[in-house]
């Protein structure tokens, strides 16, 4: 049996590598993965708040996509 590697993360990455946020598409706004479990399903959540809608008055500051 070998040891836990100190350099890599509970995922098994290097901890030294630099981390890509994970960014709203519809406020953008960071957002964090919830792990899920034998009973509960993954989630993508923002940061700021924990939930995963965004909130209305940052849709309303959100870039327009269209022409």
Same mark, same amino acid.
């Given at each position: ?26 406020? !953008?706004?960071?957002? %964090?993965?919830?792990?899920? =479990? $034998? ?17 209305? !008055?940052?849709?309303? %500051?959100?870039?327009?996509? =269209? $022409?």
């Amino acid at each position: 049996m070998t040891a836990p590697d100190p350099g890599a993360d509970q995922a098994g990455r290097e901890s030294h590598r630099p981390r890509i946020p994970l960014i709203c598409p519809r406020c !953008g706004h960071e957002q %964090r993965v919830v792990p899920g =479990g $034998p009973e509960r399903t993954i989630k993508v959540v923002h940061v700021a708040t924990g939930r995963e809608a965004c909130e209305p !008055g940052d849709l309303a %500051r959100a870039p327009d996509d =269209g $022409p």
